[in-house]
């Protein structure tokens, strides 16, 4: 008969040790039918049983904790309870506070709710609202939106100190900063590189660190030249000076685990592979000294951000790997990550036209007339920037779509309300390849949710926030490119005796070159287009830079300086510089700037720009943040013609 309940907020006071853990703050709420005089007096006894002048409304010197939480919704069992909080709260001098729950930001806004709810129950609105067999859920009115301060002032006028004491409540809440360093998880290291008498509580990893590297750069290189064992010294400070070396030993102690367990690793992909200590540590399997890679684009030296591996296993072992995290790390410190689907414009238009009973057929009309626009732009936008946004017949179709939401039939109501509900969250789920390990018990870190499909916790926090957050994001990739090189090189082994390694294949074979000559490239990843067949044909590519080239600028944008690419390289275009100092680093790709890594380069040549100013200036440019860029110009120091090149930039 009763629904009480309590609830904790966190504030920066000092409170008696007993209760100091569990309660800082109270907002005491009732919302009763029935209950029985003797029931409510042993709630409040058990409450007000703390410290003598803990509850005390103001008393001198002591701090308010106690609140009781009055709402005014229009309902009569809630008009009944708050009548009975009243009496609590002048009996027990504890101050009333005026709140108003709130599940949508306007009054008008309660019917697409409504039909919110419906979706979640799979019921139809019609349905009436009311407990069970043939009721649904429901609201029964529409007052529970964001009330301004001048309604709850009304509302409540007849308690005025349960408005002013939210002024008083807010002063004891505590600010709540979500952003912090990352945590990293310990990693035991071996008990000789470890040394307590060092303040630096990274100084063993940076040791291992060093001595796992130089041992792996043994086996990767013939002859550690003081080039070789510069590049290393460098990105071993570096890492040492933004302090991730633990975040390396994690990475190499897995990926050494997954081959020992016979699972493909691929040989890496974006900015990790500039990383000659990722090489030698096996972490990736392409050197960056060799093909001109920049660790900056990985760890920029001036500016210290959380670096970012993504790992790519064959799909049929990655569970295995998942499997070794979690035995080391514990299952109650390794999580998923959580994602949340919201409503497109298509499926907002068929949910609410399933909760209305607008007939299948109707709304499956209405729902192809939607181009590839957002419901919003549609109703926002001006005819002629609709029109410069869309074909022909799509501005017929998104006219009827108009024409449709402003007639009062059932199909202008699906609209109208599918308007209000794009975009909100519909469902959850799991994230393909991203994990989170925390250093102790995840439920310290994050909030956690459990996941239908998984055994793992999942975060309730979803990917953009998780590493705002200081945890430490890991992307396990399942590639079934490499389940399928897996297997043929098990059928070579089967059928002909022959032992493959796809790791030491020749980067040279001439027959190799010719398939990709013919465009004969089916089944191989991101070369079997029609697209890049035909652009592969008229290449002819040659040498292996060739077609690292052509795969970095099959993509929207740099799309357009393929044409160029192949005539010069078939000697069909003049190859120029706009300086000659560029040719060093554009005589690979026949004068055309094509990789990030070239204009890293030339802004350090050019312009002089630090390591670190050269990675912000290859991110500008990549996501096309042009303040960053305005900002950029004055250290063109050398007053270079920089911006005259040839820019296909594409990775």
Do not use: W
Request: glycine fraction near 6%; charge should be negative; aromatic fraction near 8%.
């Amino acid at each position: 008969d009763a629904v009480i309940s309590i609830g904790v907020i966190l504030i920066g006071a000092s409170v008696v040790a007993a209760i100091a853990s569990a309660l800082r703050s109270l907002i005491f709420t009732g919302i009763a039918n029935r209950v029985d005089m003797d029931t409510r007096e042993t709630i409040l006894d058990r409450l007000v049983r703390l410290p003598q002048g803990f509850f005390d409304a103001r008393p001198v010197g002591r701090i308010t904790y106690l609140y009781i939480e009055v709402m005014r919704h229009g309902e009569e069992g809630e008009d009944r309870a708050n009548e009975i909080l009243i009496q609590f709260s002048k009996k027990h001098q504890i101050p009333l506070i005026a709140t108003n729950n709130t599940y949508y930001t306007n009054k008008e806004e309660a019917n697409a709710h409504d039909i919110l709810l419906c979706v979640k129950e799979g019921e139809k609105q019609a349905t009436p609202i009311g407990r069970g067999r043939g009721f649904r859920y429901g609201f029964p009115n529409q007052e529970y939106y964001f009330k301004s301060q001048e309604e709850m002032k009304t509302l409540f006028q007849d308690l005025p100190e349960a408005v002013l004491n939210i002024e008083s409540l807010i002063e004891k809440i505590e600010p709540f900063e979500l952003a912090r360093d990352v945590l990293l998880p310990k990693f035991d290291i071996p008990e000789e590189f470890q040394d307590s008498s060092e303040s630096d509580g990274n100084e063993g990893e940076n040791k291992y660190l060093r001595f796992l590297t130089y041992e792996g750069a043994k086996e990767r290189y013939p002859e550690l030249t003081d080039e070789i064992k510069e590049r290393i010294d460098f990105e071993l400070n570096v890492i040492a000076n933004t302090g991730y070396p633990g975040y390396f030993l994690i990475v190499q102690d897995f990926i050494a685990a997954a081959r020992s367990m016979d699972v493909s690793v691929g040989p890496g992909r974006g900015s990790a592979a500039g990383s000659v200590v990722a090489y030698c540590l096996k972490i990736t399997n392409i050197d960056p000294i060799e093909y001109d890679l920049l660790f900056e684009r990985f760890l920029n030296p001036d500016r210290v951000s959380m670096p970012d591996i993504d790992i790519d296993f064959d799909d049929e072992g990655r569970g295995r790997v998942m499997d070794y995290v979690i035995e080391k790390y514990g299952s109650n410190q390794v999580a998923q990550i959580i994602t949340y689907g919201t409503m497109a414009a298509k499926s907002s238009i068929r949910d609410t036209a399933r909760v209305l009973d607008l007939p299948l057929g109707e709304a499956d009309r209405i729902a192809k007339l939607l181009p590839n626009i957002k419901l919003s732009k549609i109703f926002n936008s001006t005819d002629e920037e609709l029109k410069g946004k869309l074909r022909t017949d799509e501005v017929l179709r998104v006219n009827e779509i108009k024409n449709l939401a402003e007639e009062e039939s059932l199909s202008g109501e699906t609209i109208q309300q599918a308007k209000v509900l794009e975009g909100s969250l519909r469902n959850t789920g799991t994230h393909a390849c991203g994990v989170i390990i925390t250093p102790d018990d995840i439920t310290q870190f994050v909030p956690v949710a459990t996941a239908k499909d998984s055994d793992l916790y999942v975060t309730q926090f979803d990917n953009s926030v998780v590493e705002d957050a200081g945890l430490l994001k890991m992307d396990f990739l399942g590639l079934k490119t490499l389940t399928l090189i897996k297997d043929t090189v098990k059928l070579v082994k089967y059928k002909h005796g022959v032992d493959l390694n796809p790791d030491q294949f020749p980067l040279d074979n001439q027959k190799t070159y010719e398939l990709f000559q013919r465009g004969d490239t089916v089944g191989i990843f991101q070369y079997e287009s029609a697209g890049m067949q035909k652009y592969l044909k008229d290449l002819k590519p040659t040498v292996f830079a060739d077609l690292i080239a052509m795969n970095a600028l099959y993509r929207p944008g740099p799309l357009e300086y393929i044409p160029s690419f192949v005539d010069r390289k078939n000697g069909q275009e003049e190859i120029s510089y706009d300086l000659p100092e560029m040719a060093e680093y554009l005589e690979e790709t026949y004068g055309i700037t094509v990789y990030q890594e070239q204009v890293m380069l030339l802004s350090q040549k050019l312009a002089g720009f630090s390591k670190g100013d050269a990675d912000v200036l290859r991110k500008a440019m990549g996501k096309k943040i042009f303040a960053l860029l305005q900002k950029l110009k004055p250290q063109d120091r050398k007053s270079t013609r920089l911006n005259s090149s040839h820019y296909a930039t594409s990775r």
